[in-house]
């Protein structure tokens, strides 16, 4: 037999961490375990940067109030209605009081980075990044006495009847054993880097899908859960993609890999054929619906074409642009057929209408007798060099969760709640965000429902 | 593409680092590095020098190593930063003292010394060398006043012109902003920014040491050194008023102000350096640029023997080890002053320049 805790924390992101600290101040005894090794531990959270909270009046860092009831609108508007509105503004009233109990914690904020205006007055950023927040949460939680392990795989939960008894670990040196605990704390995350449980929805083209994160978010404690009898929420089948840099590493590329430039040119598929409006929305909003597209793309790649004029419109990027001196020679390098790059270029060019370009507001310069139209920002693609990137789907989060209650309370799949089952962050986001993603949302949900599950976890545990 | 493999390497990971921008708040090379979108050697020469080797970026980066990005900044800029130094020294004859510095400065620091113990020995009387002297004039026993101020300002002036001669070069490198010659406002942003050492700090909470525990002991202990220094240099130059302007010559009672000023650095040069160096051997290797330590030690030594010598010349002047003594820490001046341009101490006049490019910068943009 191992040891005993009051409360188990299963995970080692933001709302893994808040839940230990939360915990932990609570008078309880805690334990983490991180299935990554100690530089890859925290799950998404390592590449986060920011979060959003409500708050009444400007602060220090954030330009304007974003009441509560703004927040319920933009989560009502990205979701589309798929929410619990309930816990949805819980965890909205709740997120006033994190933006200062997270400094509590050590972390410490910015005012928004370079290139990310738009979200000065809604999104408080971490300062140093995602990393950052993490080593602080971590260097609060290991002074607070919360004891972490790393590479600590759990492989099985001990569950009876919708209570935890146990969990089965294998160490990397010391072998298989038993972590009791009085209550646990699912915060493991989703299962976005499990390329097999990804197939099973999206057939061999999730084989070319790219990993945003590390290769830990595999979900098996989220399988765990669900094969005991804990009713799930959220669609399995989706998930949030974006498109990123073919470059890019299979995992862990982070939000380095992605591109800004799709709304000043236009995207082709492996046959030169354009396939989506890509002026049909402002940047970043519809940011998020290019991983789908190109999924849905044979081979799931695509090209983004544009010309010289732009190159300064939008961020540097890590991988530098494909140029060519024409459209056939730039077609040679992406071995795209020269002809017929060239005609849709063409094509393009003939459809464009004269209009006053303005990447800010939805300009009038668009395209007429073409299918599909470039309704925004369309201009001709006529000055040499002339530059793409290639794209395919990268896969940032899954939607598929443990249903929970206000309280941060497992529910099991015949609606009663569980005695001591705990879940937060990205495990349980699906609750909230059914669909859609708006920036720093995750984030939210993590240190929120991680703070709750935290207290409520040793409350359980104290009584 | 920039012809030494590290300009190669900065150059790679301000591409990366450009696209994240995470660190952008945690000092200056961030902001500076957004503001372009390729470098240049004297981009890169400039991002370097202005780095202060805090460590944060590496420990709050999501692509330091074992990541594939294997982004290190502050190992990186360290490199670049000491090859600038040479690169830019003068006369480029001598640019290559810095690739063996810590030898380099050893020799000079013995020979030096061993040439005023045996010019001191040649000259004197054993009875003068190991005389006690006392009262003012009590130094100029051992030599004449005028010697000592004139090999020291000839020491002092090559000094000042390899260093000018040297930054100009890097200041040329490093491009001109639109506006031209600094600036005194820029000038005034720069003198504060080095005077706290305002980005040896992690962003606010201090620097990475041996762990990933941030602390302030290494901006401390640089406070302790620099002021130290900065503080003998003013007992020196109002002793030299004294002598010239009152007429009243040294050595000065404990109380008076040359003596005040001199113990006062003596302390911090002696306690400083200790710390520095202690911190160094301490610190994670990956943070280090660690073919440069000779260098790093070597002035840092030389600061401390400095101090050192200093304050047991004040504790024992009025014995017969004054002659000795005062030999010894002449000999350690003298080296600390010609290897002044061939050493660590140069990191201050680059970071200095780079400061002031950077106010400048920043008062552009914000104009603009």
């Given amino acids: 037999m191992g040891s005993k805790y009051d409360v188990l924390v299963i995970g080692g992101g933001n709302a893994a961490l808040c839940a230990a600290i939360a915990a932990r101040l609570g008078g309880a005894s805690v334990l983490v375990l991180?299935?990554?090794?100690?530089?890859?531990?925290?799950?998404?959270?390592?590449?986060?940067?920011?979060?959003?909270?409500?708050?009444?009046?400007?602060?220090?860092?954030?330009?304007?109030?974003?009441?509560?009831?703004?927040?319920?609108?933009?989560?009502?508007?990205?979701?589309?209605?798929?929410?619990?509105?309930?816990?949805?503004?819980?965890?909205?009233?709740?997120?006033?009081?994190?933006?200062?109990?997270?400094?509590?914690?050590?972390?410490?904020?910015?005012?928004?980075?370079?290139?990310?205006?738009?979200?000065?007055?809604?999104?408080?950023?971490?300062?140093?990044?995602?990393?950052?927040?993490?080593?602080?949460?971590?260097?609060?939680?290991?002074?607070?006495?919360?004891?972490?392990?790393?590479?600590?795989?759990?492989?099985?939960?001990?569950?009876?009847?919708?209570?935890?008894?146990?969990?089965?670990?294998?160490?990397?040196?010391?072998?298989?054993?038993?972590?009791?605990?009085?209550?646990?704390?699912?915060?493991?995350?989703?299962?976005?880097?499990?390329?097999?449980?990804?197939?099973?929805?999206?057939?061999?083209?999730?084989?070319?899908?790219?990993?945003?994160?590390?290769?830990?978010?595999?979900?098996?404690?989220?399988?765990?859960?669900?094969?005991?009898?804990?009713?799930?929420?959220?669609?399995?089948?989706?998930?949030?993609?974006?498109?990123?840099?073919?470059?890019?590493?299979?995992?862990?590329?982070?939000?380095?890999?992605?591109?800004?430039?799709?709304?000043?040119?236009?995207?082709?598929?492996?046959?030169?054929?354009?396939?989506?409006?890509?002026?049909?929305?402002?940047?970043?909003?519809?940011?998020?619906?290019?991983?789908?597209?190109?999924?849905?793309?044979?081979?799931?790649?695509?090209?983004?074409?544009?010309?010289?004029?732009?190159?300064?419109?939008?961020?540097?990027?890590l991988f530098p642009p494909i140029a060519g001196q024409t459209i056939a020679e730039l077609a040679g390098k992406l071995t795209l057929d020269p002809a017929a790059l060239e005609k849709t270029v063409t094509e393009f060019n003939a459809a464009v209408r004269p209009g006053t370009f303005d990447h800010t507001i939805l300009d009038d310069c668009r395209t007429e007798g073409i299918t599909p139209q470039k309704t925004h920002w369309a201009r001709k693609i006529e000055t040499p060099p002339y530059l793409a990137y290639p794209v395919r789907p990268g896969i940032t989060f899954t939607y598929l969760g443990t249903r929970v209650t206000k309280e941060a309370r497992m529910l099991m799949a015949d609606g009663k709640p569980s005695a001591n089952m705990f879940a937060a962050g990205e495990i349980m986001a699906g609750n909230v965000l059914g669909k859609g993603y708006a920036a720093g949302m995750g984030m939210t949900i993590g240190s929120v429902f991680g703070r709750i599950a935290g207290r409520e976890a040793a409350k359980h545990a104290r009584n | 593409m920039h012809g030494t493999r590290i300009l190669d390497e900065a150059d790679r990971l301000m591409t990366v680092c450009n696209s994240c921008r995470y660190c952008e708040g945690l000092c200056a090379v961030f902001p500076a590095m957004e503001m372009r979108r390729a470098f240049s050697?004297?981009?890169?020469?400039?991002?370097?020098?202005?780095?202060?080797?805090?460590?944060?970026?590496?420990?709050?980066?999501?692509?330091?190593?074992?990541?594939?990005?294997?982004?290190?900044?502050?190992?990186?800029?360290?490199?670049?930063?000491?090859?600038?130094?040479?690169?830019?020294?003068?006369?480029?004859?001598?640019?290559?003292?810095?690739?063996?510095?810590?030898?380099?400065?050893?020799?000079?620091?013995?020979?030096?010394?061993?040439?005023?113990?045996?010019?001191?020995?040649?000259?004197?009387?054993?009875?003068?060398?190991?005389?006690?002297?006392?009262?003012?004039?009590?130094?100029?026993?051992?030599?004449?006043?005028?010697a000592m101020a004139a090999l020291f300002s000839a020491a002092f002036l090559y000094a000042i012109l390899a260093l000018v001669m040297s930054v100009r070069a890097f200041w040329r490198d490093i491009g001109t902003p639109i506006g031209g010659r600094a600036d005194g406002g820029s000038i005034f942003q720069a003198i504060r920014d080095a005077g706290e050492l305002r980005y040896l700090h992690g962003g606010g909470v201090g620097c990475y040491n041996e762990d990933d525990t941030p602390t302030d002991r290494r901006k401390l202990f640089h406070h302790l050194t620099f002021y130290g220094f900065l503080l003998c240099f003013a007992a020196t130059s109002v002793a030299t008023l004294y002598h010239y302007l009152l007429g009243r010559e040294a050595p000065y009672p404990w109380w008076d102000l040359p003596v005040v000023l001199g113990t006062l650095g003596g302390i911090g040069l002696v306690v400083g350096p200790i710390g520095l160096l202690v911190a160094k051997s301490r610190r994670a290797p990956e943070l280090l640029d660690e073919t440069s330590y000779g260098m790093d030690v070597g002035f840092t030594a030389m600061l401390f023997l400095t101090g050192f010598t200093g304050m047991l010349l004040l504790l024992l002047r009025e014995t017969a080890a004054m002659g000795p003594l005062l030999a010894l820490h002449l000999g350690a001046v003298f080296a600390l002053f010609i290897t002044m341009p061939y050493g660590?101490?140069?990191?201050g006049i680059y970071r200095f320049a780079a400061l002031v490019r950077y106010a400048q910068e920043r008062r552009s943009e914000a104009g603009s």
């Fill in chain 2, 41 to 146: 050697d004297g981009d890169l020469n400039y991002l370097a020098n202005l780095c202060h080797s805090c460590g944060a970026c590496y420990v709050d980066c999501q692509f330091s190593p074992p990541h594939e990005f294997n982004v290190n900044v502050p190992q990186t800029l360290a490199v670049a930063r000491a090859e600038s130094y040479a690169a830019y020294a003068w006369p480029q004859a001598l640019s290559g003292a810095f690739a063996r510095n810590g030898l380099v400065i050893s020799i000079v620091a013995a020979l030096s010394m061993a040439a005023f113990i045996l010019g001191f020995a040649a000259l004197n009387d054993r009875s003068v060398l190991f005389g006690v002297h006392t009262g003012p004039g009590a130094f100029y026993k051992l030599m004449p006043h005028n």
């Fill in chain 2, 344 to 347: 660590k101490f140069v990191h």
């Fill in chain 1, 34 to 317: 991180e299935g990554a090794p100690k530089f890859y531990r925290g799950g998404n959270t390592r590449h986060t940067r920011n979060m959003r909270c409500a708050h009444d009046a400007a602060t220090e860092i954030l330009t304007g109030p974003y009441t509560e009831e703004e927040f319920w609108e933009d989560l009502l508007r990205v979701t589309g209605g798929q929410t619990d509105e309930v816990l949805a503004r819980h965890m909205i009233r709740e997120s006033k009081d994190i933006l200062n109990w997270i400094v509590e914690q050590g972390v410490r904020w910015q005012p928004s980075l370079g290139g990310t205006l738009s979200l000065g007055r809604t999104n408080s950023f971490f300062l140093g990044g995602g990393r950052a927040m993490l080593n602080a949460l971590y260097l609060t939680a290991e002074r607070l006495g919360v004891d972490v392990e790393y590479d600590a795989e759990v492989t099985d939960l001990v569950i009876d009847d919708g209570m935890f008894l146990a969990a089965r670990l294998k160490r990397p040196i010391n072998g298989e054993t038993e972590i009791r605990a009085t209550s646990l704390v699912a915060a493991a995350g989703g299962f976005e880097a499990n390329i097999e449980w990804l197939k099973q929805y999206w057939g061999e083209a999730a084989d070319n899908f790219l990993i945003r994160g590390t290769p830990y978010n595999r979900g098996s404690i989220l399988k765990m859960l669900l094969d005991k009898g804990v009713q799930e929420v959220g669609d399995p089948t989706q998930c949030h993609a974006v498109a990123i840099d073919a470059r890019a590493p299979k995992f862990d590329g982070g939000i380095i890999t992605r591109h800004d430039s799709v709304v000043f040119g236009i995207v082709v598929n492996k046959h030169s054929q354009r396939f989506y409006d890509e002026g049909e929305d402002i940047w970043p909003k519809r940011y998020a619906i290019w991983g789908r597209l190109v999924a849905a793309q044979p081979d799931q790649i695509a090209y983004i074409i544009f010309d010289s004029t732009v190159v300064t419109s939008f961020m540097p990027t």
